[in-house]
């Protein structure tokens, strides 16, 4: 059964302040993703990642995928209040003919000011 | 093109109740699938419907129980109200079963 970790769970952070978010899983699989969801909303996609050495980034966010350590991380660079959220990582449990997503606990950012 | 809807946006019900949770996938989508997430979890997988067809189901009893629709859109029933299954629930949509799902804004379900 795959299971996915992550860490920290609570993260609280300065603006312009930089820190990594890490997300673990236990089995194979050929893509993870990264979402943002803020407090009663639904989710928000950030990355796709599918090979192993994959880099993404957008704004202050960059995420990175290494699939031999079964490892993804989100870095933050110079945060900014509106980066205030709760960040998920998903891994697709494949087999079975349907993509089920295995998400993590997920990681509360607070930027304070 | 037109995103993932679901309705209603909240709900409340009292144990023992059944609830129907609707939603449409976004346009071009023949996938759904839907996840439980209750407050301060991770979305957890409860099942997923390809061309009118359960096709993957995750560790929930069988008093949760879907249907899709042949325009794609996608019903979640739920027997037995349980006070446990307060939660959010959130529909995603995609194009085929192994391709990107795109979530839905869920729906607040509350039991009492």
């Known amino acids: 059964e795959l299971k996915v970790e992550q860490n920290p769970l609570f993260l609280s952070m300065q603006e312009g302040k930089n820190y990594t978010i890490y997300c673990n899983y236990s089995t194979t699989s050929d893509r993870l993703y990264w979402y943002r969801q803020d407090p009663g909303k639904s989710l928000e996609s950030l990355f796709v990642l599918l090979s192993n050495g994959a880099v993404k980034q957008e704004g202050r966010l960059m995420a990175s995928l290494d699939t031999k350590a079964r490892l993804s991380t989100l870095h933050i660079t110079a945060a900014v209040h509106d980066l205030s959220a709760t960040y998920f990582c998903?891994?697709?449990?494949?087999?079975?003919?349907?993509?089920?997503?295995?998400f993590g606990k997920g990681t509360k950012l607070t930027v304070n000011p | 093109e037109t995103g993932v809807t679901q309705s209603p946006t909240h709900l409340i019900k009292t144990r023992g109740q059944q609830v129907t949770l609707r939603c449409s996938s976004q346009s071009g989508h023949n996938t759904v699938s839907w996840y439980q997430q209750a407050l301060g979890q991770g979305p957890q997988f409860i099942f997923q419907?390809?061309?009118?067809?359960?096709?993957g189901r995750g560790n929930f009893p069988p008093r949760f129980s879907g249907l899709q629709f042949p325009n794609y859109s996608s019903e979640l029933n739920v027997n037995a109200l349980e006070l446990d299954d307060s939660a959010l629930y959130l529909c995603?949509?995609?194009?085929?079963?192994?391709?990107?799902?795109?979530f839905g804004p869920g729906t607040r379900l509350t039991v009492l």
């Open positions: 998903a891994v697709d449990e494949a087999g079975g003919g349907s993509e089920k997503l295995v």
């Open positions: 995603a949509s995609s194009l085929g079963s192994h391709n990107e799902q795109f």
């Open positions: 419907y390809y061309r009118e067809e359960e096709n």
